[in-house]
C-alpha cells in the first residue's frame, strides 16, 4: 500500500535509466519551450518599443523600464540559456556556448534596470511584491550569469546545472506570468500569460507528481493572493469557498474566462498523465534495453569462461587491422591449446575440466592485459598482442598451468602469427596460428612456435588436400596399396591391410600421415574412406572373376566414419554390389577412436559384427586406456602397436608385455596380430610366444595390387591355401 501511494505520488526511487529517460524528455521539452518563450518574447518586446516611441512617452529609458522591460529582457535570457543547455545535451552542439553573451547582456541590463528602480523606489508608489519582485529579478539574473559562464566553458552537456536551469526556468516563467497576469487582471483583462507559463512549465516538462503538484498549487496560491490585493477578495464571488475569477473579473471590466479551479485541477491532471505516460514509456524502454543488453552479452561473451568468444574477436581484429596507426610489424596472433586437456576431462570430469579452462581464461585475459583475448573452442584460445615480449608471456601463462595441474600432465602450446602486410583475413590469420600451435604438438620442450615458411608449405598442402579431396577422388587418383599380414604358423599370408595412398600429380605420392590427420580435421575423411572400400571391393571381385588368389582385406576406419555415414548400410551395399563374402572384409578400429565412450559407436560395432564382419582392435597399447577398451567392447582381432616391437631388444620390458599381450588375447578368445615386424628375429621370438599373425616390411612393403600379386607369383610370398584360388564358388 505505502509503495503504491509512494508510486503515485512519484516518490518512489527511479533506476538510473529511468532517470536519464525523464532528463532527456525534460531536455527536448526544453527545446520547444525555449523556441517559443524566445519568439514570444521578442515580439513582445518589440511591440512595447514600438508602442512607447509611438506614444512619446517622454524619457524613453524611464519608460522602458517602468514598463516591465526587466521581466522580458529576463525571461528571453532565461529562455535563451534553456535552449543553450537544451541543445547541448540533446545533440552535444559546441555552438551553443555562444548563446552566453545575449544571455550575459540581458542579464547585466535587467541588473541595471532593477538597482535603478530600487534606489528610486520610496519615491514611488510601490508596494511589497513589487520589491519581492525586484529581488527576484535580481536574483535570478544573478544566478543566470553564473550558468551562463558555465555553459561557456562546456558545463552544457553536464547534468545538474541543465536541471539547475530548467528550475530557474520554470521559476523565472512562471513569476513573469503572474506579474503579466496580475497587472492584465488589474486593468480587467484576461490572465492568459499565466496560463500560458503554467502549461509551458507544468505540462511540457515532466514532474513527479508531488513536485508538479506544489509547483501548481503554489503558484496558483501566490496568483490568488496577489490578485486578492488588487480586488477585495471578500467582495468576489466564489465557488464552494474557492474564488471564481470567472465571476469575479466581470465587475473589474472585461472578463477572464477561466475559472481558476477547474484550471488548478485541469493542469494539475494533465501533469500526472504525462509524468505517468512518460515514465511506462522508460520501463519499456529500460526492458527492451536490458534485453538487448543481454542479448548483445550473450552473442559477443563465451557461455562457460565469460570472456570474449570468436564472434567478437573477429569483428575486433579485423577492425584492428584496419587502422592505420595499428602497428602490424608489432602485432601477432596467438592460438593456445591445453595438451593432454581430453586426459585431464576423463580422470577428474567435465565440472574439473571446465573449472580448469574458466582458470585458462582468467589467467591469459590477466596475461594479456589490454590485448584482445577470446575463447576459440574446447580447450583453445586465441590473442591478438603485441609481437614484443609474447614469448615471456606465454612462458608465464604455462607456467600458471603447469601449476595447477594434477597427475595429468598438462601442457601449454602456442602458436604465433604475425600478419603481412596486407593479410586482413582474422580467420585465416587464426588457422596459421592454429597451425602452428599443432605442430608443436607432443613436443615436450617447446611451448611456442611463430609460423614460418616451412609451415607455410606444410599449410598451403594441408588446403591443398581440403580442397582437393573431391577431384582427387574423381580422377582415381587415390590408390589402395596392400600389406600383408602372416600367418605365424605357416608363414603364409591370410590377410591383407589396405592402405590409402594419394598419387597426386603436383605432389606426387602421398602418404596418408599427409592427409588423414587434414581430412578428419575437416570431417571430409568418410570421402576417401568410401573410396578405399569400393576399390578393394572391386580388386576382390577381379581377384574372384580372374581365378587369382583372393585374400581377405582389412579397412582402416576413423571414428569420424561413424558419425558422418550409416558404415553397415555402406558395406552391405558395396560386398551385394560386387558380389564379395562379408568375411573377406573386416574392420579396424584405432584404440584411440574409442577412447571416447560413444553409445553410437558401440551400436555401429554390435551391428557389423552381428552381420558377418569381424571388427579387428587396430594399434593395441598405443594410447592411455587400452584395457578399458577391451573391457567395453569385443573385437576379434587385437593388433598389438609397433612400438613394442620397436622396443625389441633394447628395452627389457618389450618381450614380458608382449608375452602378457599374446597371453590376454588367448584369454579373449581373439586372434593376435603384431604390427611392425622387421627382422627375423622379431618373427621368430612372435611365432614362440604363441602370436598368430605378422605384419610388417620383413614380409612386404604396403605396395599395389599388381606388385603384390608379382611377389606371389615369383613365389617371394605364399598365400594360405585356402585362400589361393578364388573361385565363385567361394561366393
Ligand atoms: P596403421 O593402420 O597402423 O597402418 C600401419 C602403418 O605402419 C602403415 O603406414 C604401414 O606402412 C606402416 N608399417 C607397416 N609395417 C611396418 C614396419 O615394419 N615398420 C614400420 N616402421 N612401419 C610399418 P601408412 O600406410 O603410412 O599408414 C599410416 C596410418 O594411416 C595407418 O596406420 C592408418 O591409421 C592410416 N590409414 C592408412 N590408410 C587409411 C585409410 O584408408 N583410412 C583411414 N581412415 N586411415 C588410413
Ligand atoms: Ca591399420
Ligand atoms: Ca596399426
Same mark, same amino acid.
Given at each position: 500500500?505505502?509503495?503504491?501511494?509512494?508510486?503515485?505520488?512519484?516518490?518512489?526511487?527511479?533506476?538510473?535509466?529511468?532517470?536519464?529517460?525523464?532528463?532527456?524528455?525534460?531536455?527536448?521539452?526544453?527545446?520547444?519551450?525555449?523556441?517559443?518563450?524566445?519568439?514570444?518574447?521578442?515580439?513582445?518586446?518589440?511591440?512595447?518599443?514600438?508602442?512607447?516611441?509611438?506614444?512619446?512617452?517622454?524619457?524613453?529609458?524611464?519608460?522602458?523600464?517602468?514598463?516591465?522591460?526587466?521581466?522580458?529582457?529576463?525571461?528571453?535570457?532565461?529562455?535563451?540559456?534553456?535552449?543553450?543547455?537544451?541543445?547541448?545535451?540533446?545533440?552535444?552542439?559546441?555552438?551553443?556556448?555562444?548563446?552566453?553573451?545575449?544571455?550575459?547582456?540581458?542579464?547585466?541590463?535587467?541588473?541595471?534596470?532593477?538597482?535603478?528602480?530600487?534606489?528610486?523606489?520610496?519615491?514611488?508608489?510601490?508596494?511589497?511584491?513589487?520589491?519581492?519582485?525586484?529581488?527576484?529579478?535580481?536574483?535570478?539574473?544573478?544566478?543566470?550569469?553564473?550558468?551562463?559562464?558555465?555553459?561557456?566553458?562546456?558545463?552544457?552537456?553536464?547534468?545538474?546545472?541543465?536541471?539547475?536551469?530548467?528550475?530557474?526556468?520554470?521559476?523565472?516563467?512562471?513569476?513573469?506570468?503572474?506579474?503579466?497576469?496580475?497587472?492584465?487582471?488589474?486593468?480587467?483583462?484576461?490572465?492568459?500569460?499565466?496560463?500560458?507559463?503554467?502549461?509551458?512549465?507544468?505540462?511540457?516538462?515532466?514532474?513527479?507528481?508531488?513536485?508538479?503538484?506544489?509547483?501548481?498549487?503554489?503558484?496558483?496560491?501566490?496568483?490568488?493572493?496577489?490578485?486578492?490585493?488588487?480586488?477585495?477578495?471578500?467582495?468576489?464571488?466564489?465557488?464552494?469557498?474557492?474564488?471564481?475569477?470567472?465571476?469575479?473579473?466581470?465587475?473589474?471590466?472585461?472578463?477572464?474566462?477561466?475559472?481558476?479551479?477547474?484550471?488548478?485541477?485541469?493542469?494539475?491532471?494533465?501533469?500526472?498523465?504525462?509524468?505517468?505516460?512518460?515514465?511506462?514509456?522508460?520501463?519499456?524502454?529500460?526492458?527492451?534495453?536490458?534485453?538487448?543488453?543481454?542479448?548483445?552479452?550473450?552473442?559477443?561473451?563465451?557461455?562457460?569462461?565469460?570472456?570474449?568468444?570468436?564472434?567478437?574477436?573477429?569483428?575486433?581484429?579485423?577492425?584492428?587491422?584496419?587502422?592505420?596507426?595499428?602497428?602490424?610489424?608489432?602485432?601477432?596472433?596467438?592460438?593456445?591449446?591445453?595438451?593432454?586437456?581430453?586426459?585431464?576431462?576423463?580422470?577428474?570430469?567435465?565440472?574439473?575440466?571446465?573449472?580448469?579452462?574458466?582458470?585458462? %581464461?582468467?589467467?591469459?585475459?590477466?596475461?594479456?592485459?589490454?590485448?584482445?583475448?577470446?575463447?576459440?573452442?574446447?580447450?583453445?584460445?586465441?590473442?591478438?598482442?603485441?609481437?614484443?615480449?609474447?614469448?615471456?608471456?606465454?612462458?608465464?601463462?604455462?607456467?600458471?598451468?603447469?601449476?595447477?595441474?594434477?597427475?595429468?600432465?598438462?601442457?601449454?602450446?602456442?602458436?604465433?602469427?604475425?600478419?603481412?602486410?596486407?593479410?586482413?583475413?582474422?580467420?585465416?590469420?587464426?588457422?596459421?596460428?592454429?597451425?602452428?600451435?599443432?605442430?608443436?604438438?607432443?613436443?615436450?620442450?617447446?611451448?611456442?612456435?611463430?609460423?614460418?615458411?616451412?609451415?607455410?608449405?606444410?599449410?598451403?598442402?594441408?588446403?591443398?588436400?581440403?580442397?582437393?579431396?573431391?577431384? %582427387?577422388?574423381?580422377?582415381?587418383?587415390?590408390?589402395?596399396?596392400?600389406?600383408?599380414?602372416?600367418?605365424?604358423?605357416?608363414?603364409?599370408?591370410?590377410?591383407?591391410?589396405?592402405?590409402?595412398?594419394?598419387?597426386?600429380?603436383?605432389?606426387?605420392?602421398?602418404?596418408?600421415?599427409?592427409?588423414?590427420?587434414?581430412?578428419?580435421?575437416?570431417?571430409?575423411?568418410?570421402?576417401?574412406?568410401?573410396?578405399?572400400?569400393?576399390?578393394?571391393?572391386?580388386?576382390?571381385?577381379?581377384?574372384?572373376?580372374?581365378?587369382?588368389?583372393?585374400?581377405?582385406?582389412?579397412?582402416?576406419?576413423?571414428?569420424?566414419?561413424?558419425?558422418?555415414?550409416?558404415?553397415?548400410?555402406?558395406?552391405?551395399?558395396?560386398?551385394?554390389?560386387?558380389?564379395?563374402?562379408?568375411?573377406?572384409?573386416?574392420?579396424?578400429?584405432?584404440?584411440?577412436?574409442?577412447?571416447?565412450?560413444?553409445?553410437?559407436?558401440?551400436?555401429?560395432?554390435?551391428?557389423?559384427?552381428?552381420?558377418?564382419?569381424?571388427?579387428?582392435?587396430?594399434?593395441?597399447?598405443?594410447?592411455?586406456?587400452?584395457?578399458?577398451?577391451?573391457?567395453?567392447?569385443?573385437?576379434?582381432?587385437?593388433?598389438?602397436?609397433?612400438?613394442?616391437?620397436?622396443?625389441?631388444?633394447?628395452?627389457?620390458?618389450?618381450?614380458?608385455?608382449?608375452?602378457?599381450?599374446?597371453?590376454?588375447?588367448?584369454?579373449?578368445?581373439?586372434?593376435?596380430?603384431?604390427?611392425?615386424?622387421?627382422?627375423?628375429?622379431?618373427?621368430?621370438?612372435?611365432?614362440?610366444?604363441?602370436?598368430?599373425? %605378422?605384419?610388417?616390411?620383413?614380409?612386404?612393403?604396403?605396395?599395389?595390387?599388381?606388385?603384390?600379386?608379382?611377389?606371389?607369383?615369383?613365389?617371394?610370398?605364399?598365400?594360405?591355401?585356402?585362400?589361393?584360388?578364388?573361385?565363385?564358388?567361394?561366393?
Amino acid at each position: 500500500m505505502k509503495e503504491r501511494i509512494s508510486k503515485w505520488l512519484g516518490t518512489d526511487k527511479h533506476s538510473p535509466y529511468v532517470k536519464d529517460f525523464f532528463y532527456n524528455a525534460n531536455m527536448r521539452a526544453s527545446i520547444y519551450m525555449s523556441i517559443i518563450v524566445i519568439t514570444l518574447e521578442l515580439w513582445m518586446i518589440a511591440r512595447m518599443i514600438r508602442t512607447v516611441i509611438e506614444e512619446n512617452l517622454g524619457n524613453i529609458i524611464e519608460r522602458i523600464i517602468e514598463n516591465y522591460f526587466s521581466n522580458y529582457f529576463i525571461l528571453l535570457a532565461c529562455g535563451l540559456l534553456t535552449l543553450g543547455y537544451a541543445v547541448n545535451a540533446v545533440f552535444s552542439k559546441q555552438w551553443v556556448k555562444w548563446l552566453t553573451a545575449p544571455v550575459v547582456v540581458l542579464c547585466i541590463s535587467v541588473i541595471v534596470f532593477e538597482i535603478r528602480m530600487l534606489s528610486k523606489f520610496s519615491e514611488r508608489d510601490k508596494t511589497a511584491s513589487d520589491l519581492v519582485n525586484y529581488l527576484i529579478l535580481l536574483t535570478s539574473a544573478g544566478a543566470m550569469i553564473f550558468f551562463a559562464v558555465l555553459l561557456f566553458r562546456g558545463a552544457g552537456g553536464r547534468k545538474w546545472p541543465s536541471m539547475a536551469v530548467t528550475y530557474i526556468f520554470s521559476f523565472v516563467g512562471i513569476n513573469f506570468g503572474i506579474i503579466m497576469s496580475v497587472h492584465s487582471f488589474s486593468k480587467g483583462d484576461q490572465i492568459l500569460t499565466f496560463l500560458t507559463m503554467e502549461l509551458f512549465v507544468v505540462c511540457l516538462l515532466i514532474w513527479r507528481p508531488w513536485m508538479g503538484f506544489l509547483v501548481l498549487t503554489g503558484s496558483y496560491l501566490v496568483f490568488y493572493y496577489r490578485i486578492s490585493g488588487i480586488v477585495d477578495i471578500s467582495t468576489v464571488p466564489r465557488v464552494g469557498g474557492i474564488i471564481d475569477l470567472n465571476k469575479a473579473a466581470i465587475g473589474l471590466g472585461d472578463g477572464v474566462k477561466i475559472n481558476g479551479f477547474t484550471m488548478w485541477l485541469s493542469t494539475l491532471v494533465f501533469c500526472i498523465a504525462n509524468y505517468k505516460r512518460t515514465l511506462s514509456q522508460a520501463e519499456k524502454d529500460e526492458d527492451l534495453v536490458q534485453i538487448n543488453e543481454q542479448l548483445r552479452e550473450i552473442s559477443i561473451h563465451d557461455e562457460l569462461t565469460g570472456i570474449h568468444n570468436m564472434v567478437y574477436f573477429r569483428t575486433e581484429a579485423e577492425k584492428m587491422l584496419g587502422y592505420v596507426t595499428t602497428d602490424r610489424e608489432n602485432s601477432v596472433f596467438l592460438f593456445m591449446d591445453i595438451e593432454n586437456f581430453k586426459s585431464y576431462n576423463e580422470k577428474y570430469g567435465f565440472l574439473k575440466g571446465n573449472e580448469l579452462l574458466i582458470s585458462m %581464461a582468467g589467467f591469459t585475459e590477466e596475461i594479456f592485459a589490454g590485448s584482445l583475448v577470446s575463447r576459440f573452442s574446447d580447450d583453445h584460445f586465441v590473442v591478438f598482442t603485441h609481437r614484443n615480449g609474447c614469448e615471456e608471456k606465454v612462458a608465464r601463462l604455462s607456467e600458471k598451468i603447469h601449476d595447477i595441474q594434477h597427475e595429468v600432465h598438462l601442457e601449454l602450446k602456442c602458436g604465433a602469427y604475425k600478419p603481412e602486410p596486407d593479410d586482413n583475413d582474422v580467420s585465416l590469420a587464426c588457422d596459421r596460428a592454429r597451425f602452428a600451435c599443432n605442430s608443436i604438438k607432443k613436443r615436450y620442450h617447446q611451448d611456442l612456435r611463430f609460423y614460418d615458411k616451412k609451415l607455410e608449405e606444410q599449410f598451403r598442402l594441408k588446403q591443398y588436400i581440403v580442397n582437393n579431396i573431391d577431384t %582427387a577422388i574423381e580422377n582415381d587418383d587415390i590408390k589402395v596399396f596392400y600389406q600383408p599380414i602372416v600367418d605365424t604358423s605357416d608363414g603364409c599370408i591370410c590377410g591383407l591391410e589396405a592402405l590409402a595412398r594419394w598419387k597426386d600429380p603436383k605432389y606426387g605420392l602421398l602418404p596418408p600421415g599427409m592427409f588423414i590427420e587434414t581430412l578428419e580435421e575437416y570431417r571430409q575423411i568418410h570421402k576417401l574412406d568410401q573410396t578405399v572400400i569400393r576399390i578393394v571391393c572391386r580388386d576382390l571381385k577381379d581377384a574372384f572373376d580372374n581365378g587369382q588368389p583372393a585374400v581377405p582385406a582389412s579397412i582402416n576406419f576413423s571414428r569420424l566414419d561413424f558419425e558422418l555415414y550409416d558404415v553397415p548400410a555402406f558395406l552391405d551395399e558395396c560386398v551385394r554390389e560386387y558380389g564379395v563374402p562379408k568375411e573377406y572384409l573386416d574392420v579396424e578400429i584405432t584404440e584411440s577412436a574409442l577412447t571416447e565412450n560413444s553409445g553410437l559407436l558401440e551400436k555401429t560395432m554390435d551391428v557389423l559384427r552381428g552381420s558377418g564382419y569381424k571388427i579387428w582392435l587396430d594399434d593395441f597399447g598405443s594410447g592411455y586406456s587400452s584395457l578399458n577398451v577391451l573391457k567395453d567392447y569385443q573385437f576379434d582381432v587385437l593388433k598389438i602397436d609397433m612400438k613394442f616391437l620397436a622396443g625389441f631388444g633394447s628395452n627389457e620390458k618389450a618381450a614380458p608385455i608382449l608375452i602378457n599381450i599374446v597371453d590376454l588375447t588367448k584369454q579373449l578368445d581373439m586372434i593376435s596380430l603384431t604390427e611392425g615386424v622387421e627382422t627375423k628375429e622379431q618373427y621368430e621370438f612372435l611365432g614362440k610366444i604363441g602370436c598368430n599373425r %605378422a605384419q610388417g616390411y620383413l614380409f612386404s612393403k604396403p605396395c599395389p595390387k599388381d606388385e603384390l600379386s608379382e611377389k606371389i607369383v615369383s613365389g617371394q610370398l605364399n598365400v594360405t591355401k585356402r585362400y589361393c584360388r578364388g573361385d565363385a564358388a567361394e561366393r
